[in-house]
């Protein structure tokens, strides 16, 4: 089993290395570090979000995903604070969600993925309420999905190979991009690699040209591009470190799952993209013994170019669990727990250059 840290470097272009040197540890691949202070802590308890997930922006509102809320699913206030709307009921009943959803912006409309009753529907505010109005129904969008438009996705997909493919809402392939076959975890079979590819983000440019991803747990980074919504190509990958692999055990009768070492260090945790940058909230910490992250944050972003060249490391003064970029303040915001759940804000004026 190869289990020695290296980087390989997979491009059609020789740049995107700027000539420097690796290493396994993904913080030492940038020159230029930037600590960054708060502009505003926001107490999200104030506002009855106890236990957000993920966060949207959208025509000047914070909109959030709620994992253990008994009322709603998805709450909001307005990113200046003067407003706040009710929660997105949960449920069974047609205009009500509940499961596994994905809350995601398309077309600058606030979207709720419904995987459960393969559904997407289009959120608004109406007299400080959210409402729902269906904008897809019979659709076969899984929960692993980044929206192109409408129409089109992009998925980390696992079928009969692990791969990234270009779907449309019945799970059509349009286009799709094997996983890089020249990195230590193909010497596993494809079920196996579920275990860990699995857990991976994805982000896209806002003008759906560029994608990249990063995986959970394993220090690998992909860099793409996407031509006229209906084609995927792979440019740049770098892997910095392999998982750390204890076993190899049976999972539900007929499938392989990768156990890790206790020590396996967890890489991507969140991703977001800007007009030229895509950014990486990155851990770099271990597990501990009981074989799950002491916690689920972290407080090093790593900015790249779209054509994987890596351009700034920020380092910020409290640890997120996700984030978003605001491009219309250039504010980026993230989820942290203090110890209970607040949105942290910082100003990229002179960052995002």
């Not at 959210?130 to 129904?137: G, N, T, V, Y």
Request: aromatic share 10%.
């Amino acid at each position: 089993m190869r289990l020695v840290s290296f980087v390989i470097v997979v491009a059609l272009f020789l740049s995107a290395c700027n000539n420097k040197q690796l290493s396994n540890n993904p913080l030492e691949h940038f020159e230029i570090v930037k600590e960054l202070g708060t502009k505003r802590i926001i107490d999200l308890g104030d506002y009855d979000i106890l236990s957000p997930r993920n966060i949207e922006v959208c025509n000047g509102w914070y909109f959030f995903r709620e994992v253990n809320s008994a009322d709603a699913t998805v709450k909001c206030i307005s990113t200046d604070l003067s407003k706040n709307a009710k929660g997105l009921p949960q449920g069974n009943g047609p205009w009500e969600v509940v499961g596994r959803t994905v809350l995601c912006v398309i077309d600058d409309t606030v979207r709720v993925i419904d995987s459960n009753h393969k559904r997407i529907f289009s959120v608004y505010i109406v007299n400080d309420s959210l409402r729902i109005s269906l904008a897809k129904e019979n659709c076969l969008v899984n929960t692993t999905s980044i929206p192109l438009s409408i129409d089109r996705y992009i998925e980390m997909s696992r079928i009969d190979s692990m791969m990234y493919r270009l779907v449309d809402t019945q799970g059509n392939t349009i286009s799709k991009v094997m996983y890089p076959q020249d990195v230590s975890l193909n010497q596993y079979n494809w079920m196996a690699q579920n275990s860990i590819y699995m857990n991976t983000e994805i982000a896209c440019s806002p003008d759906k040209k560029h994608y990249a991803w990063g995986v959970m747990y394993y220090g690998l980074f992909g860099f793409g591009e996407i031509t006229n919504t209906d084609s995927l190509s792979l440019k740049t990958v770098y892997e910095y470190f392999p998982p750390k692999i204890k076993d190899l055990v049976e999972h539900k009768g007929d499938r392989l799952r990768i156990v890790t070492e206790d020590d396996n260090i967890t890489s991507t945790i969140s991703c977001e993209g800007t007009e030229k940058y895509v950014l990486f909230l990155y851990s770099g910490k271990p597990y501990n013994n009981n074989g799950r992250l002491d916690d689920w944050y972290a407080d090093d972003i790593l900015i790249y170019k779209w054509d994987g060249t890596p351009y700034k490391r920020l380092k910020t003064n409290k640890r997120m669990a996700s984030i978003k970029y605001d491009a219309e303040r250039n504010v980026l915001c993230g989820i942290a727990y203090a110890p209970e759940a607040v949105l942290v804000e910082y100003d990229m004026t002179g960052i995002l250059d």
